[in-house]
RNA sequence: GGGCCUAUAGCUCAGUUGGUUAGAGCGCACGCCUGAUAAGCGUGAGGUCGGUAGUUCGACUCUACCUAGGCCCA
């Protein structure tokens, strides 16, 4: 007879090559098909609600794997609450304004020779972001993303911009809104300002003068009360920004030197005094330092102008460095981000004397009025040596902002530009408080809020750009004034809701706003306001416009999830409007991913070769390996990805599968029927539902606590460890050879049913597609069409059971021994199956052989051993002992049974079947009836 | 230059308030099985905790500095 026959081997329609690449497009078509989604929502709907406000990516290019890794993350958050029975709708969008696509579309303008028109551009700007939005939209899905991805939120929608206008209207209500002069880039041959991403750094020669401020007032006596003869040293590199000098600002934590050189006093920084003496050519034994003086001890000096007769005070300014120049700094603030912001601080006028072509106006003065900066350059440097306050003059070479459209060089401007003031009624103060009632995860995010939120210049709202939001503001033909009423705005508003905001950019649109009259003059030749909104502005109304115009959602919310660039980003100005429009934070919890870095930790670009994209890796090994791959890192921090690194995550895919696999083939004959009772299973069962208990609480802790990595190694450790070299390798003989309907093979599948229906439970929102191809394949019986339908796994605690896990852990350290045993048999050629092998074993200490003879009718079963005999420590052989046991390799009794392979002296008991075991003898007979 | 952060075996991660020979899984090497088979099992070898200097009876765990890397700001 052929045994082989009688032998109940595993049999399941799960392969085990995963194809992931063709198999996961059908699975997403069920999810589409069958509503997947909307059903996993809807099946909640009495629960609580749950909301993570999506940040909108740019819709500009294919997603990068910081995208990917975000928007997995995401999903693991939104599956994990649906399973648990909150209510938590998912409804992702897209940031569309803004610069990127903009320059794309007038790059194409330019080469098709298409005449540059506003509306035009818009009309093609929105085209491209759509464009982009469905490429992207169905990049996201392919990874196994549910949401609402036709019912998404887009910046650009006429609904969007038109409540975007209405969050603007309640600040500019309430008092935020101003407007002021501010530092820009400018290029002076495209007459136009340039934003920080359209600026090309390269090295440019320019001049290097060292120049002398003459003291004005000293009332400290810092250079011993001689006025005359006495100087501040400043160093720069553009002469033509001298005119505009109305300050000189020092570090207050640096040392300062008074040098006497002859008659005269000079202050320097003590960390640039060698350089400096040296580019003067001043001789040791001519210069005698006077004096040492900290920074802060400068306050009150005032030096004179170089050129002019008026004041340049001292401020105290942190951005000052030791790297070059004397440590004092000439301060301009209408030519400099850094001038600018300590200008306003010591509230100084701002004066910026060049035209958008570059020419000195008339507030440079007359000798220089109308000189382009060339020529401008050249004069200051003559009025300074006339002046007699040119010391040196040198040439430098370094790096400098240039065009990137016409390569000239940038030069930094005043225009005037609308703000939000961000202390407005103790609004910073406000927001500073409200962060610390947030839950940041990780904590140290709260210490890069903080410090974004201290340092936060005001808000500059206004761009000289085409794709956007227009700010509806009004400009004054007779007098000038800028009129800005949130009322108009909310007018504008309504309009917009209408047409989209491509309407403010219509040539007759004021056609719309003949009732308004100037405040000041009262005439009615109003022209409309340029500008657009910062796109920033845009996204940081996000969370309120979405949460409460979509249906379901609401505001607050509780969570935001983003990348660690959104401290200064969206997690900062969603805060800027939330509190400032609703006095109200927008979130309750903000989760900081890392950013996706090669496997040296550095920055992937595809100029370096580092750079991995998630298509190739969707394409190569499925959307799981990758949500497998954000499941195993920790992603608060920095994630590495490298061909290795995927390589383990498809070993431990791999492996998972292969464990659903076998539990999904030995449970092709179990019903619900064949179930036993937990309390009549063998302890070896009840000890791995502890373990399965056990596991469900890390899994849940890691879930709650954002640790999806921890969730991760617990299911790979226990499908590995637990399972497969366990459990699952111990349970081969009963499954294969006992008796279908036998107790002990239906106590067996009781638990591996168990364990398959928590495994693919909490699989489901890390490995989505490879959970949801096992439940369609699962024997067992299904009260759901779909994974995400079916509740997440609660720790059960009846299933605890520490006394039996403390027996085990016994047993197992046992196990490992005889294993090393076995090991050292086979290695020595004596050996070569366990199967084939009786051990001999004692205790030393009568615990342990206590625990041993309790289990006795289990050992062999566990070390997949033919037979285990217990015998006396004092029986043993000197050479079979080590520590505390002894262990000893035999022949195993009997004969071989032909069926099950283990050996028994029952084999030939039974004349029908001569050449099996009594146990196989009762399965066949058992199995015919 | 500043702020925040990271640096434990080839890889991904654990290492509680500083305290015996630093853990896990995977990978790797060697071997077994051929009734999970482009599978399964076993055994074993790999770190002195980025570096340096301190504090301490004692530090992977505290301090300082340095190096490398990340995000942001300048």
């Given at each position: 007879?052929?045994?082989?026959?009688?032998?109940?081997?595993?049999?399941?329609?799960?392969?085990?090559?995963?194809?992931?690449?063709?198999?996961?497009?059908?699975?997403?078509?069920?999810?589409?098909?069958?509503?997947?989604?909307?059903?996993?929502?809807?099946?909640?709907?009495?629960?609580?609600?749950?909301?993570?406000?999506?940040?909108?990516?740019?819709?500009?290019?294919?997603?990068?794997?910081?995208?990917?890794?975000?928007?997995?993350?995401?999903?693991?958050?939104?599956?994990?609450?649906?399973?648990?029975?909150?209510?938590?709708?998912?409804?992702?969008?897209?940031?569309n304004h803004g610069m990127p696509i903009e320059n794309n579309v007038l790059d194409e303008f330019r080469k098709g020779g298409i005449e540059i028109d506003r509306l035009a551009v818009r009309k093609r700007c929105r085209e491209y972001a759509k464009r982009f939005v469905d490429i992207q939209r169905e990049e996201f899905k392919r990874l196994g993303v549910l949401g609402e991805w036709d019912n998404a939120y887009f910046t650009m929608s006429p609904l969007y911009e038109s409540e975007i206008l209405r969050i603007f209207a309640k600040l500019v209500q309430r008092g935020y809104i101003y407007r002021d002069l501010r530092p820009i880039h400018w290029c002076t041959t495209c007459q136009t300002a340039l934003a920080d991403a359209e600026i090309e750094y390269k090295e440019k020669r320019s001049h290097s003068i060292w120049i002398r401020f003459p003291l004005h007032q000293d009332p400290d006596g810092i250079f011993g009360g001689d006025k005359e003869g006495s100087y501040a040293i400043v160093w720069t590199t553009t002469p033509w920004t001298i005119p505009a000098n109305l300050a000189v600002t020092v570090r207050p934590d640096f040392e300062y030197y008074v040098v006497k050189k002859g008659s005269e006093r000079y202050l320097i920084a003590k960390a640039l005094f060698r350089e400096t003496a040296k580019e003067l050519g001043w001789k040791e034994e001519e210069i005698k330092i006077v004096k040492r003086v900290r920074g802060d001890e400068l306050a009150n000096l005032v030096f004179r102008h170089p050129i002019f007769d008026r004041p340049s005070p001292v401020l105290e300014g942190d951005f000052v460095t030791a790297d070059q120049g004397t440590g004092i700094v000439h301060t301009a603030p209408g030519h400099g981000e850094d001038d600018f912001r300590i200008g306003k601080q010591y509230g100084l006028?701002?004066?910026?004397?060049?035209?958008?072509?570059?020419?000195?106006?008339?507030?440079?003065?007359?000798?220089?009025?109308?000189?382009?900066?060339?020529?401008?350059?050249?004069?200051?440097?003559?009025?300074?040596?006339?002046?007699?306050?040119?010391?040196?003059?040198?040439?430098?070479?370094?790096?400098?902002?240039?065009?990137?459209?016409?390569?000239?060089?940038?030069?930094?401007?005043?225009?005037?530009?609308?703000?939000?003031?961000?202390?407005?009624?103790?609004?910073?103060?406000?927001?500073?408080?409200?962060?610390?009632?947030?839950?940041?995860?990780?904590?140290?995010?709260?210490?890069?809020?903080?410090?974004?939120?201290?340092?936060?210049?005001?808000?500059?709202?206004?761009?000289?750009?085409?794709?956007?939001?227009?700010?509806?503001?009004?400009?004054?033909?007779?007098?000038?004034?800028?009129?800005?009423?949130?009322?108009?705005?909310?007018?504008?508003?309504?309009?917009?809701?209408?047409?989209?905001?491509?309407?403010?950019?219509?040539?007759?649109?004021?056609?719309?706003?003949?009732?308004?009259?100037?405040?000041?003059?009262?005439?009615k030749d109003l022209r409309p306001e340029e500008d657009i909104l910062d796109v920033w502005f845009d996204s940081s109304c996000s969370s309120l416009i979405v949460c409460r115009n979509w249906e379901g959602l609401r505001w607050p919310v509780d969570l935001f999830l983003e990348g660690p660039d959104q401290h200064r980003g969206w997690f900062n100005v969603s805060l800027m409007t939330g509190l400032g429009a609703e006095d109200t934070t927008p979130y309750s919890t903000v989760v900081t991913n890392g950013w996706v870095v090669d496997h040296e930790g550095k920055a992937m670009h595809k100029s370096l070769g580092n750079y991995i994209s998630t298509k190739d890796i969707v394409d190569h090994y499925g959307a799981d390996v990758l949500r497998l791959w954000v499941a195993s890192s920790e992603f608060t921090r920095d994630v590495r990805v490298s061909q290795e690194i995927l390589d383990r995550v498809i070993d431990a895919y791999r492996k998972i599968r292969n464990t659903l696999r076998f539990l999904l083939g030995n449970l092709a004959d179990f019903d619900s029927e064949h179930r036993i009772e937990v309390e009549k299973l063998p302890p070896l069962e009840r000890y791995i539902l502890h373990e399965l208990h056990k596991l469900i609480a890390k899994v849940r802790d890691g879930f709650d606590s954002f640790a999806y990595h921890h969730a991760f190694q617990a299911i790979y450790n226990f499908c590995s460890v637990t399972l497969s070299s366990f459990y699952l390798d111990v349970l081969k003989d009963t499954l294969y050879t006992r008796a279908k309907n036998s107790e002990r093979r239906r106590a067996a599948q009781t638990v591996m049913a168990e364990a398959l229906d928590k495994l693919i439970r909490v699989l489901a929102p890390l490995a989505s597609f490879t959970a949801e191809e096992s439940y369609r394949s699962s024997p067992l019986e299904k009260t759901e069409e779909s994974v995400f339908l079916l509740s997440f796994p609660k720790v059960n605690p009846e299933l605890e059971d520490r006394e039996l896990a403390y027996e085990f852990s016994q047993l197992l350290t046992v196990r490992d021994e005889v294993l090393k045993a076995l090991e050292s048999e086979r290695?020595?050629?004596?050996?070569?199956?366990?199967?084939?092998?009786?051990?001999?074993?004692?205790?030393?200490?009568?615990?342990?052989?206590?625990?041993?003879?309790?289990?006795?009718?289990?050992?062999?079963?566990?070390?997949?051993?033919?037979?285990?005999?217990?015998?006396?420590w004092d029986e043993t052989p000197e050479a079979s002992r080590k520590d505390s046991l002894a262990i000893a390799v035999r022949k195993p009794k009997g004969e071989k049974c032909v069926r099950c392979w283990l050996w028994s002296e029952s084999v030939g008991g039974h004349q029908d079947h001569p050449e099996i075991c009594d146990k196989c003898y009762e399965a066949i007979t058992d199995d015919q009836t």
């Open positions: 007879m052929n045994y082989k026959d009688t032998i109940h081997l595993p049999s399941t329609g799960f392969p085990m090559r995963a194809r992931l690449p063709e198999r996961e497009p059908e699975i997403l078509k069920f999810w589409q098909e069958a509503s997947i989604y909307k059903r996993m929502i809807d099946a909640r709907k009495s629960g609580e609600t749950y909301i993570l406000h999506d940040g909108p990516p740019y819709s500009n290019g294919n997603i990068h794997m910081g995208l990917a890794l975000n928007k997995i993350v995401k999903d693991f958050v939104i599956k994990y609450r649906s399973m648990n029975g909150y209510f938590a709708p998912y409804v992702p969008g897209w940031d006028r701002i004066l910026s004397p060049v035209d958008e072509e570059g020419r000195f106006t008339s507030q440079a003065g007359e000798r220089f009025a109308g000189l382009d900066l060339q020529r401008g350059n050249e004069e200051v440097l003559a009025a300074l040596t006339e002046a007699g306050n040119l010391l040196k003059q040198d040439v430098f070479e370094h790096q400098y902002p240039y065009c990137w459209r016409c390569h000239s060089p940038l030069i930094f401007r005043t225009t005037p530009q609308w703000f939000m003031n961000v202390d407005h009624e103790g609004h910073r103060e406000k927001a500073l408080a409200e962060i610390e009632k947030v839950k940041w995860v990780p904590s140290e995010s709260y210490e890069r809020i903080k410090a974004a939120i201290q340092t936060r210049p005001d808000w500059c709202l206004s761009r000289q750009r085409f794709w956007g939001v227009g700010i509806p503001a009004f400009y004054c033909n007779d007098c000038g004034e800028a009129i800005l009423d949130a009322d108009l705005v909310n007018r504008t508003a309504d309009l917009v809701k209408e047409h989209s905001a491509d309407f403010w950019f219509q040539p007759d649109v004021m056609k719309h706003y003949q009732d308004v009259a100037c405040p000041k003059c009262g005439s290695s020595a050629g004596n050996l070569k199956a366990s199967i084939d092998a009786r051990v001999n074993l004692a205790a030393k200490n009568e615990a342990l052989a206590n625990l041993l003879r309790k289990y006795e009718p289990q050992l062999a079963e566990l070390f997949i051993v033919s037979q285990v005999d217990l015998v006396t």
